[in-house]
């Protein structure tokens, strides 16, 4: 006797959980995807608009996700993979996103919201959104046009950007495209002098927020990355020569630095000691991208920076199996508000970003969903999204009850019990 329709489904839901727990396939698009195939109350219409449903263009987005299913379809395996990956297990690189769910917020009802007030100010500039666009490195990977379509994104959308020293395009034509300085992430790559030489350029176009990124220093372990490359079956090299999409000879801010061969970062390079003489050196703001516990941010305060970032680099730095969001009030705290504490890494909702912001960050970091857009649909992919989770935002204050950012605290959220 054959199998009925509701045993079927019992036993498909029991296998795709069980491939949803294989870190083999545990690219966020397949953990969302077996979740949803998973439910109890799971309908077949649902399932095949999960599994099929992929957009034809920008407008027809709902949310941010509809954008990965578009970019994972337009990039080949090696460049997907390189998007979509974290390290290891990937434990970090999902946590980051299912910690949100251990938030609430309480909504408020009959405040007066007809209008909000959104805008934040941080280092001398208006933003009219706590949401910037995070550094990503080679984004030519994902669309032609790269960095150059985001800048003009960015622009369009009066957007802060900030731009990865591993960028295809250099500081000062995505400056030109932008309309005004970005901000620059500095990686330190072959000791002082090239870190010295980059932030010095930096300062010279005119981007004076450097923010010196720490957490991928020790080295990481991109398996997934390394499968999908596999899988692609194209030698890498030849688009990207020895080292692959991360090989320093193909960035434009590493032009005229001494550097070994394939060389990205090393913990001999940079330590507390260099943190302490860049800040000397550098006359603009100084931020540390990368901390995740409160002695490193009382520390931070020490050598004098301006500023923190909150981020395990997507869950793409190490496999602590912690989420910034939950060791962002903490931070806060250590901080005391003395300088501003930003936050990225798994940030895909607009009730994310209120999430953070009611725990004390000043602004939050966006990263794989803006490039989701550049990779289905350039400029007009980048520009929905940040349009999407401002929207989202706006609507999350409104049922919250709060008219400006000021008024979001941490009443505003409120911890909830851990679901299994």
């Given at each position: 006797?054959?199998?009925t329709?509701?045993a079927?489904?019992h036993?498909?839901r029991?296998f795709l959980?069980?491939?949803?727990?294989?870190?083999?396939l545990?690219?966020s698009g397949?953990k969302a995807?077996?979740?949803?195939f998973?439910?109890?109350d799971a309908?077949p219409?649902r399932?095949r608009?999960?599994?099929d449903?992929?957009?034809?263009?920008a407008r027809?987005a709902?949310?941010?996700?509809?954008?990965?299913a578009a970019?994972?379809?337009?990039l080949?395996?090696?460049?997907?993979g390189?998007?979509?990956?974290?390290v290891?297990?990937e434990?970090?690189?999902?946590?980051n996103q299912?910690a949100?769910?251990?938030?609430?917020i309480?909504?408020h009802?009959l405040?007066d919201v007809?209008?909000i007030?959104t805008?934040?100010t941080l280092?001398?500039?208006?933003?009219?959104?706590?949401?910037?666009l995070c550094p990503v490195?080679?984004?030519?990977a994902?669309?032609?046009?790269g960095?150059?379509a985001v800048?003009?994104?960015?622009k369009s959308?009066d957007?802060?950007?900030?731009l990865?020293t591993a960028?295809?395009?250099?500081l000062e034509d995505?400056?030109a495209a932008?309309?005004?300085?970005a901000?620059?992430?500095l990686?330190?790559?072959?000791?002082w002098?090239n870190?010295?030489?980059l932030?010095?350029?930096?300062?010279?176009?005119g981007?004076d927020?450097?923010v010196?990124?720490v957490?991928?220093?020790?080295?990481?372990?991109?398996e997934?990355?390394?499968?999908?490359?596999?899988i692609?079956?194209?030698?890498?090299?030849?688009c990207?020569?020895?080292g692959?999409?991360?090989n320093t000879?193909?960035?434009?801010?590493?032009?005229?630095?001494a550097l070994?061969p394939?060389?990205?970062?090393?913990p001999k390079?940079?330590d507390?000691d260099f943190?302490?003489?860049?800040?000397e050196?550098v006359?603009g703001?100084l931020?540390?991208?990368?901390i995740m516990?409160?002695?490193?941010?009382?520390?931070?305060?020490k050598?004098g920076v301006d500023g923190i970032?909150v981020?395990?680099?997507g869950g793409?730095?190490d496999?602590?199996g912690i989420?910034?969001?939950e060791?962002l009030?903490?931070i806060?705290?250590?901080?005391k508000g003395?300088v501003?504490v930003?936050?990225?890494?798994g940030?895909?909702?607009?009730?994310?970003?209120f999430k953070?912001l009611?725990?004390?960050a000043?602004?939050?970091?966006?990263?794989?969903?803006y490039?989701?857009?550049?990779?289905?649909f350039?400029q007009e992919?980048?520009e929905?999204?940040?349009?999407?989770?401002?929207?989202?935002?706006a609507?999350?204050m409104?049922?919250?009850?709060?008219?400006s950012?000021?008024e979001i605290g941490?009443k505003s959220?409120r911890?909830?019990?851990?679901?299994?």
């Amino acid at each position: 006797m054959g199998l009925t329709g509701p045993a079927i489904r019992h036993q498909r839901r029991a296998f795709l959980k069980y491939l949803a727990a294989s870190p083999i396939l545990a690219s966020s698009g397949f953990k969302a995807f077996a979740a949803e195939f998973g439910r109890d109350d799971a309908d077949p219409l649902r399932e095949r608009v999960v599994r099929d449903y992929v957009i034809k263009s920008a407008r027809d987005a709902i949310n941010v996700f509809d954008f990965e299913a578009a970019a994972r379809k337009a990039l080949p395996p090696a460049h997907w993979g390189y998007l979509s990956s974290g390290v290891m297990d990937e434990v970090t690189l999902h946590r980051n996103q299912a910690a949100f769910r251990e938030f609430g917020i309480p909504p408020h009802r009959l405040a007066d919201v007809e209008k909000i007030d959104t805008k934040v100010t941080l280092y001398g500039e208006t933003m009219p959104s706590p949401i910037y666009l995070c550094p990503v490195g080679g984004q030519r990977a994902f669309n032609p046009q790269g960095e150059l379509a985001v800048a003009a994104a960015a622009k369009s959308r009066d957007a802060v950007m900030m731009l990865s020293t591993a960028s295809d395009t250099s500081l000062e034509d995505v400056n030109a495209a932008l309309g005004r300085p970005a901000w620059f992430q500095l990686y330190v790559i072959g000791g002082w002098t090239n870190g010295e030489s980059l932030a010095a350029r930096a300062a010279l176009a005119g981007s004076d927020v450097i923010v010196l990124t720490v957490d991928i220093l020790a080295g990481r372990d991109l398996e997934w990355q390394s499968r999908m490359a596999v899988i692609d079956g194209r030698d890498c090299t030849s688009c990207h020569g020895e080292g692959g999409l991360l090989n320093t000879a193909h960035f434009p801010m590493f032009q005229g630095l001494a550097l070994e061969p394939g060389a990205f970062a090393g913990p001999k390079w940079v330590d507390w000691d260099f943190v302490a003489r860049l800040r000397e050196d550098v006359k603009g703001k100084l931020v540390i991208k990368g901390i995740m516990t409160a002695e490193d941010a009382r520390r931070c305060l020490k050598y004098g920076v301006d500023g923190i970032v909150v981020s395990n680099h997507g869950g793409r730095a190490d496999e602590s199996g912690i989420a910034t969001i939950e060791v962002l009030s903490e931070i806060v705290a250590a901080v005391k508000g003395k300088v501003p504490v930003l936050i990225d890494s798994g940030f895909r909702r607009g009730g994310d970003v209120f999430k953070a912001l009611a725990l004390g960050a000043k602004a939050v970091g966006i990263g794989r969903p803006y490039l989701w857009g550049l990779a289905s649909f350039g400029q007009e992919g980048v520009e929905t999204v940040i349009d999407l989770m401002r929207a989202e935002f706006a609507l999350t204050m409104r049922q919250a009850g709060v008219a400006s950012i000021k008024e979001i605290g941490r009443k505003s959220v409120r911890m909830l019990p851990r679901v299994p």
